[in-house]
């Protein structure tokens, strides 16, 4: 009994460890120019400068994300938009060292963090930013949270001046996988009262979603190289699992002809035929075994998923 029960713990552990490796850490990213954003979020689009927003606003990104913003330091402070300027204090001016005519988020008059939450999954994110008293160092910090819930902490040192210069520091992260889910920007240094950090452009990198073609060329691809690495393997009496293992490849060839033509309906069916050919439950009977089944069940589903299937 202990054995047993050993083992399962073994397994729950070691399915556990895989499924962590699976999610890598990001990378910090401190140059704009090496984020490869593919969409962004001018703050401008709030309104002009003065423009104070709801606490917990939503913003859309310029490609149709939609974001969360809070402020999680003091809840109840609203942020506002501020507009960097050439070194004349102005009201709802940002007198910093961001570029000059560039849309600053910020909290108004008051400490924050900055938190955004991602409507779905990003691979990676960053912005300019700049907090503390003008003249003294600072410290930004970016925790990073994914979709298994872990954390990442992220700092960068930066100093706070009103050259108007585009000097502020740039902090992000990139992902290889759309894992992130949020990000929060905050700043410490040494003062004992600082307002909290101004952030500018947020650029985004978002998945791009890979047509359905491709998407079946590349479960084909997967699918004939689990045969040729023997992760995956026909199973039946006699010749019959050689038989099986070309019908199941037959059918994600057929899926992928209507594809083609246009036929959606018709390729939902053949992949719910190959689904259930792969999916490890005895009725119907599985054509396929091996390590490599059950990822390759996933990634039908996945694509039948993107087709829209019922």
């Not at 917990?56 to 149709?64: A, D, P, R």
């Not at 210069?165 to 759309?178: E, Q, R, Y």
Request: charged share 15%.
């Amino acid at each position: 009994m202990m054995k047993r029960i050993f083992a399962l713990l073994f397994a729950l552990g070691m399915a556990f460890g895989l499924t962590m490796q699976a999610h890598a850490v990001p990378t910090q990213i401190n140059d704009r120019n090496l984020l490869p954003h593919n969409d962004f979020v001018d703050w401008s689009v709030l309104g002009p400068p003065g423009t104070c927003l709801p606490i917990g606003f939503t913003v859309v990104s310029n490609g149709g994300l939609t974001l969360t913003v809070n402020n999680t330091i003091e809840p109840d402070t609203p942020f506002c938009v501020f507009q960097q300027v050439p070194p004349i204090p102005e009201w709802f001016w940002w007198n910093g060292n961001f570029a000059p005519g560039d849309a600053v988020l910020a909290p108004n008059g008051r400490p924050g963090a900055t938190l955004i939450q991602f409507a779905s999954p990003v691979l990676g994110a960053g912005v300019q930013i700049q907090g503390g008293l003008l003249g003294t160092s600072f410290t930004a910090i970016l925790v990073v949270t994914d979709i298994t819930h872990a954390v990442h902490t992220y700092s960068e040192t930066g100093y706070s001046s009103s050259s108007a210069d585009n000097s502020a520091i740039f902090l992000g992260v990139l992902d290889d996988t759309a894992d992130i889910v949020s990000i929060e920007y905050s700043v410490v240094g040494d003062w004992e009262y600082a307002n909290g950090p101004g952030i500018n452009r947020l650029d985004i990198v978002s998945p791009v979603p890979v047509p359905p073609s491709e998407q079946l060329d590349m479960i084909l691809g997967f699918f004939d190289e689990s045969v040729s690495n023997e992760t995956l393997t026909g199973v039946g009496p006699g010749k019959s699992a050689k038989n099986r293992l070309n019908a199941l490849r037959n059918m994600l060839e057929a899926a992928r002809e209507h594809i083609g033509e246009g036929s959606i309906a018709e390729a939902c069916q053949q992949l719910l035929d190959a689904y259930k050919k792969t999916d490890g439950n005895p009725k119907p009977p599985d054509f396929v075994t091996g390590e490599a089944a059950s990822e390759l069940a996933n990634k039908i589903q996945a694509l039948r998923a993107n087709l829209g299937c019922q």
